[in-house]
Nanobody, 124 residues
Framework: QVQLVESGGGLVQPGGSLRLSCAAS????????LGWFRQAPGKEREGVSC????????HYADSVKGRFTISRDNAKNTVYLQMNSLKPEDTAVYFC?????????????????WGQGTQVTVSS
């Protein structure tokens, strides 16, 4: 049974940092592309950052380039999203997702498995 469990969300002031983690189980982790997506109230789910199964390629949405970093630890079956210089517009529920392929476009409809999400709120 595939499981993706996000953690690390919370309330942070503008300019602050958070590190999201997503622990995976039930599948061959190092054979899957992984992604972080977010969905704000009233908006569509969007790709934030994605990483290939072999850690060779990463993708970032323009809105987070230079502020967010995606990484994966295949030994720990975990993918991370380091978020720095957070802005109020980063407020959303953040989801991790997995797809059984080396790499994938960072769009939600290409991903097969999803976590339950973790809330990130950036506010003073």
């Amino acid at each position: 049974q595939v499981q993706l469990v996000e953690s690390g969300g919370g309330l942070v002031q503008p300019g602050g940092s958070l590190r999201l983690s997503c622990a995976a189980s039930g599948f061959t982790f190092n054979a899957y592309a992984l992604g972080w997506f977010r969905q704000a109230p009233g908006k569509e789910r969007e790709g934030v950052s994605c990483i290939s199964s072999n850690d060779a390629r990463t993708h970032y949405a323009d809105s987070v380039k230079g502020r967010f970093t995606i990484s994966r630890d295949n030994a720990k079956n975990t993918v991370y999203l380091q978020m720095n210089s957070l802005k109020p517009e980063d407020t959303a529920v953040y989801f991790c997702a997995a797809r059984s392929t080396v790499q994938s476009r960072c769009v939600p409809w290409e991903y097969d498995f999803w976590g339950q999400g973790t809330q990130v709120t950036v506010s003073s």
